[in-house]
């Protein structure tokens, strides 16, 4: 009886330009990484999502049972915890080699900051311009809203679209 | 043994949580998949604690909770909000419907059933108690709001109640309590220093202002006092006068530790002392929380966002100050407006950010209650 109350379904907060939408999303074959950077279909399903106007973002304004949200229009989602953000491969393996590199970026209404994991070798410009993946992942991330600062969220994870990047900055380590 | 009232639309967690309540914890649970369900169990047997999800379709965790609230028969019991809506806002908003406790799944068995015993051993909600005493507001970095709190609290206290408080300033160097309440600091306090009889609670009364909100102010004067200011033994004089007539006093303090805010400090029930996440204020209340080590008991620390950007979280702030932080005001930019005006939020906008916080401060700053001596 020391199991953690999870089960296949990923929780998941997505985040639009206009809204917050809560939801689950079914990891059991795939992370929630290899489903938003899965090229060959534009959209995630999601199961029983709860809307949230950002200017609420408290607050549940509406309830659907299963939609679909349109990857591309995604700016970010946050996970709980730093392997629901990361593909399959760099969940359970190549761990060496790898660092972490702090970050800042903006996307619309949002600042971010949090690292990235990188291969000592990357050239961090390709992050935002040869990266195949739309979705980087920002670990131990944390969001918060441009026009109200006292609202933000945390997640081990935060999936950004590289798209909506506005601002991307590397922090330098005092 | 209790009855736990759990409603979550997931039928198997439900099943889990079932037999870790009856099985390891010795409870009773009634199960609920649906919030309308809870709610009409609830009300049927009124249980000793309920288990809310949030995420629900039709009726969603925070209504069951405001529903809960609202009836006389569950309007006391303990309610645990357990949501994968984890975030700080969620908490936030599931204290705000009502909720003890905000857990964020996912939570693990042992955890979960600790805090149901937690919280059924701390026993029903108490309706909050209305805040009588003395609550002294420090900083001893000025410019950090302690005053716009002081001030939103007093009016917000006038405004519920039928017993008036009574704010008084202790500034020497031109309070501004009287100019962020949009009134003439005539009179104030710099005449009872010259008084050569005592200060009785009919010669105070003579010395306060009167705000419509029906809310009394003992102003500090406008031009700043060469000095100390108000004599140790007047302020003590003044402070007992004044608690004769008010069920509550509020102290807006100077930021200096001189005679004058010892005596008053001594004499609070509760010291708010307010601080920001700027370095200089961390440094300033770090110093403070030493200096004052013998009111350890009765400190209460209040974190206050004067501007949009706070460089450091809260949990940082806790980790510097070795002690948590009691109550949280967020930025709120109609605040400068306000001061600006003279029409403080707490009386022309009680739903602004500035003026909700400062009503979940009260829980916060009641005093600590004493056993009697035997």
């Not at chain 1, 679909?68 to 359970?92: C, G, I, M, W």
């Amino acid at each position: 009886m020391e199991e953690t109350l999870r089960t296949g379904w990923l929780a998941v907060d997505f985040f639009t330009q206009s809204y917050r939408i809560s939801g689950h999303v079914d990891v059991r074959q795939k992370s929630l990484a290899d489903i938003l950077n899965d090229s060959t279909t534009g959209f995630v399903r999601l199961e029983d999502a709860y809307v949230s106007p950002l200017d609420r973002p408290g607050e549940i304004v509406a309830t659907y049972p299963a939609p679909h949200l349109v990857k591309a229009n995604l700016t970010f989602a946050v996970v709980p915890h730093q392997e629901d953000a990361l593909s399959r491969k760099q969940a359970y393996g190549r761990y060496l080699g790898t660092f972490l590199q702090q970050i800042f970026l903006t996307v619309p209404g949002f600042e971010i900051v949090g690292y990235l994991r990188l291969s000592a070798r990357v050239d961090l410009r390709r992050v935002l311009t040869t990266e195949p993946n739309e979705f980087i992942a920002v670990l131990d991330g944390r969001v918060q809203a441009s026009l109200r600062p006292d609202v933000t969220f945390t997640g081990g994870g935060i999936l950004v679209n590289r798209r909506h990047i506005g601002v991307f900055c590397v922090v330098k380590e005092e | 043994m209790a009855r736990i009232l759990v409603i979550d639309d997931n039928t198997d967690l439900l099943q889990m949580i079932r037999l870790l309540l009856e099985e390891r914890g010795g409870h009773e649970a009634i199960l609920a998949a649906e919030g309308e369900d809870g709610l009409r169990k609830a009300m049927e047997n009124p249980p000793d604690l309920a288990i809310v999800d949030i995420m629900m379709p039709g009726m969603n965790g925070y209504e069951v909770c405001r529903r809960l609230r609202q009836e006389p028969a569950t309007a006391d019991i303990p309610i645990i909000v357990l949501t994968a809506r984890g975030q700080e806002i969620d908490r936030r908003t599931a204290m705000e419907a009502g909720a003890d406790l905000h857990i964020p799944k996912p939570v693990t068995m042992s955890e979960l059933l600790e805090r149901v015993n937690e919280l059924l051993a701390r026993g029903k909600r108490q309706p909050a108690a209305p805040l009588g005493g003395t609550i002294a507001f420090l900083s001893l970095r000025g410019g950090v709001g302690t005053t716009t709190l002081a001030v939103n609290l007093s009016l917000l206290l006038a405004q519920q109640s039928e017993q008036k408080p009574c704010l008084i300033d202790l500034s020497p160097s031109s309070g501004n309590v009287a100019l962020q309440l949009g009134l003439r600091p005539d009179p104030n306090w710099s005449a009872l220093a010259l008084l050569s009889t005592g200060i009785g609670a009919e010669t105070i009364q003579t010395y306060l202002l009167s705000h419509p909100s029906g809310l009394r102010v003992l102003a500090a004067p406008f031009v700043p006092i060469v000095g100390e200011g108000l004599p140790r033994d007047k302020v003590l004089a003044a402070l007992s006068a004044l608690r004769h007539s008010f069920p509550l006093l509020v102290i807006d303090l100077p930021s200096i530790l001189n005679e004058v805010t010892m005596a008053a400090l001594e004499n609070a029930d509760t010291i708010a002392l307010v601080t920001t996440a700027d370095p200089a204020s961390i440094q300033a209340t770090i110093g403070t929380l030493q200096a004052l080590k013998g009111f350890q008991e009765k400190i209460r620390l209040i974190l206050n966002q004067p501007v949009s950007r706070q460089p450091v979280s809260r949990q940082a702030l806790e980790r510097i100050f070795r002690r948590p932080i009691d109550g949280l005001v967020p930025f709120d930019p109609a605040q400068a407006q306000a001061l600006a005006r003279g029409k403080p939020l707490a009386y022309t906008n009680p739903d602004a950010p500035l003026a909700k916080a400062v009503a979940t401060l009260v829980p916060a700053l009641q005093p600590v209650r004493r056993a009697a001596a035997p």
